[in-house]
T-cell receptor
Framework: LAKTTQPISMDSYEGQEVNITCSHNNIATNDYITWYQQFPSQGPRFIIQGYKTKVKNEVASLFIPADRKSSTLSLPRVSLSDTAVYYCLVGGGNAGNMLTFGGGTRLMVKP | NAGVTQTPKFQVLKTGQSMTLQCAQDMNHEYMSWYRQDPGMGLRLIHYSVGAGITDQGEVPNGYNVSRSTTEDFPLRLLSAAPSQTSVYFC????????????FGPGTRLTVT
């Protein structure tokens, strides 16, 4: 199973761009990289998924270098409501693959 | 579209009791999974299923059983509850060709005394 490593916590201020990096050195060829957001007392919520290069949606961007051994989630102009735990997952390329969550990054957005 | 539903929301058990946590989804997803989340920790995979009639073990399967008789339902059974199983349990589902994009239920908070 591909293991992921993320910073335990990060602080930011409202209106700033936040970049959270995840390392996954043993990512497999058919693995995708996925990021989730979790608020207290709720289940995780899918944010974005990518395989290589850059992916962007209405809430975030995901940057993946050519070697795919790391990825960076970018949240533009964060607000207080972005305070949450963010998880990076690697896997899911084939039916039958297990998806494992790491410890996540606790993002605190301050006013 | 209800998404992923879980019952009950809260449950208190005594050591040695058994119970079943229910999970259902109405999105016709092939893949379903159960996770547990201990306080301040990430999620750990208990069991998963890639389709009706097919289940497999995750990272922490001991003490839990699952079955998948229909596409919609994926119950998790605690055989003989132990205090170490006190946790929040999440069920999730996805299409089998998009395993990374899972939809999670609201969770069941279980306390074993």
């Amino acid at each position: 199973l591909a293991k992921t490593t993320q910073p335990i916590s990060m602080d930011s201020y409202e209106g700033q761009e936040v970049n959270i990096t995840c390392s996954h050195n043993n990512i497999a060829t058919n693995d995708y990289i996925t990021w989730y957001q979790q608020f207290p007392s709720q289940g995780p919520r899918f944010i974005i998924q990518g395989y290589k290069t850059k992916v962007k949606n209405e809430v975030a961007s995901l940057f993946i270098p050519a070697d795919r051994k790391s990825s960076t989630l970018s949240l533009p102009r964060v607000s207080l409501s972005d305070t949450a735990v963010y998880y990076c997952l690697v896997g899911g390329g084939n039916a039958g693959n297990m998806l494992t969550f790491g410890g996540g990054t606790r993002l605190m957005v301050k006013p | 579209n209800a998404g992923v539903t879980q019952t009950p929301k809260f449950q208190v058990l005594k050591t040695g009791q058994s119970m079943t946590l229910q999970c259902a989804q109405d999105m016709n997803h092939e893949y379903m999974s159960w996770y547990r989340q201990d306080p301040g920790m990430g999620l750990r995979l208990i069991h998963y299923s890639v389709g009706a009639g097919i289940t497999d073990q995750g990272e922490v399967p001991n003490g839990y059983n699952v079955s998948r008789s229909t596409t919609e339902d994926f119950p998790l059974r605690l055989l003989s509850a132990a205090p170490s199983q006190t946790s929040v349990y999440f069920c999730a589902s996805s299409y089998s060709d998009r395993l990374g994009e899972q939809y999670f239920g609201p969770g069941t908070r279980l306390t074993v005394t």
